[in-house]
């Protein structure tokens, strides 16, 4: 993998001041750091909308020479996130993939990193939140995902997912654009603010179809809960089957009002 030219100067004194690097983490921590001033957001501008109408194994490749082992992929086994592996399998194996593991996954979650494992060679790092489930339910008084996913999320993922990112410049993501309104907003290429990280789409033009048509033809290991009517599968507490008819993520959190972890959220 290449190393990446990168321009390093704060985009203001008012963001400066604002948070320290270590509090900003990802990027601002970075060696060298990464800061999005004027001229990186105008390249991250100017690529994405390069990259709209390209493949997204090349919008992949981009990354990797953009951002070498700066670059990182987050992923939770999906359907999209196994494509996207498959595929840097192919393009730059050495990419650095985690999982961010709640301690609430199901167990055929899990088996599919044994499953890349023996496919591609590739490791997958668990990356765990400080207290394990059973220290979490104590401290909460139980669990957390009954009376507040929100804050169970964030403790278990967002967290996680900030500490995974420290000294990273970018981020790949497997989310598409028809998968929900806020997803539909998402950029190919833009400035990740919650993680302070370049984050990348590579499947946001992609659909469910072209997925799962990847997936058959190519013999992707995927999760065997699909098969079950579990469309989009998350941490046990908080996924259930679909019904026919209903949307294709109307089995998380179901009850609440909750539609997102927060990971991609644009809040
Ligand atoms: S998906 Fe559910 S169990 Fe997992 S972190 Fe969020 S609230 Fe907690």
């Not at 390249?43 to 070498?68: C, D, H, K, N, Y």
């Not at 359907?79 to 650095?96: C, D, F, N, R, Y």
């Amino acid at each position: 993998m290449s190393t990446l030219p990168t321009t390093t100067v704060p985009e203001s004194a008012t963001q400066r001041a604002a948070a320290s690097p270590d509090e900003l983490g990802g990027s601002a921590v970075a060696n060298p750091p990464l800061f999005p001033t004027a001229e990186l957001l105008a390249e991250l501008q100017e690529q994405s909308q390069r990259l709209e109408t390209a493949q997204p194994i090349e919008i992949l490749q981009w990354a990797v020479e953009r951002f070498g082992d700066y670059f990182t992929m987050a992923t939770a086994f999906g359907p999209e996130g196994m494509v996207l592996i498959h595929w840097l399998a192919k393009i730059a194996p050495k990419t650095s993939i985690f999982n961010l593991d709640t301690g609430y996954q199901f167990p055929e979650t899990l088996e599919l990193r044994d499953k890349i494992q023996r496919k591609y060679g590739i490791e997958v790092e668990l990356k765990k939140p400080e207290l394990t489930v059973v220290e979490f339910e104590q401290k909460h008084g139980g669990p957390l995902y009954k009376s507040d996913p929100n804050l169970c999320c964030f403790e278990r993922k967002i967290k996680v997912l900030r500490q995974a990112a420290r000294g990273k410049h970018a981020w790949s993501s497997a989310i598409r654009r028809d998968q929900s309104n806020d997803r539909a907003q998402a950029a190919i290429v833009e400035w990740d603010k919650k993680f302070h990280l370049v984050k990348i789409s590579p499947l946001a033009n992609w659909t469910k179809k072209q997925v799962w048509g990847l997936i058959m033809k190519e013999s992707i290991p995927y999760n065997p809960l699909h098969d079950q009517g579990y469309t989009s599968i998350g941490c046990w507490p908080c996924t259930r089957a679909v019904l026919a008819g209903e949307d294709e993520r109307a089995g998380r959190w179901s009850g609440f009002a909750k539609t997102e972890c927060g990971l991609h959220s644009r809040d």
